[in-house]
């Protein structure tokens, strides 16, 4: 089984920065893929960044490539999700998610078995 915990979301104005963190405890199987989804209001929740597999690789949704950056300290067991030049429409629940099999590189819900509880991101213009 693998439990997550966000945390680091907050408020900041447009042009600001945050990271997220996401505490990973494991107690079977490491998890093969990783990944930061989010969620605003009315909306669908969707993949932000992944990390797989296992490290090696990373993938970003358009609206977010060149300003987030996602990583994995396998020591402390911790992902990150750096933000840079946040914008208003970056506003959503951020959740952090885990696969233990292959994600095939894809943003799909279904196969990440595991989510955090979520954290806001709040960015005003």
């Known amino acids: 089984q693998v439990q997550l915990v966000e945390s680091g979301g907050g408020s900041v104005q447009a042009g600001g920065s945050l990271r997220l963190s996401c505490a990973v405890s494991v107690y079977s199987y490491t998890p093969y893929c990783m990944g930061w989804f989010r969620q605003a209001p009315g909306k669908e929740r969707e993949g932000v960044a992944l990390?797989?597999?296992?490290?090696?690789?990373?993938k970003y949704v358009d609206s977010v490539k060149g300003r987030f950056t996602i990583s994995q300290d396998n020591a402390s067991k911790t992902l990150y999700l750096q933000m840079n030049s946040l914008k208003p429409e970056d506003t959503a629940m951020y959740y952090c998610?885990?696969?233990?099999?292959?994600?095939?590189?894809?943003?799909?819900?279904?196969?990440?078995?595991?989510w955090g509880q979520g954290t806001q991101v709040t960015v005003s213009s």
């Open positions: 990390i797989y597999p296992r490290g090696d690789s990373t």
């Open positions: 998610a885990a696969s233990l099999w292959d994600c095939g590189g894809l943003f799909v819900r279904a196969a990440f078995g595991f």
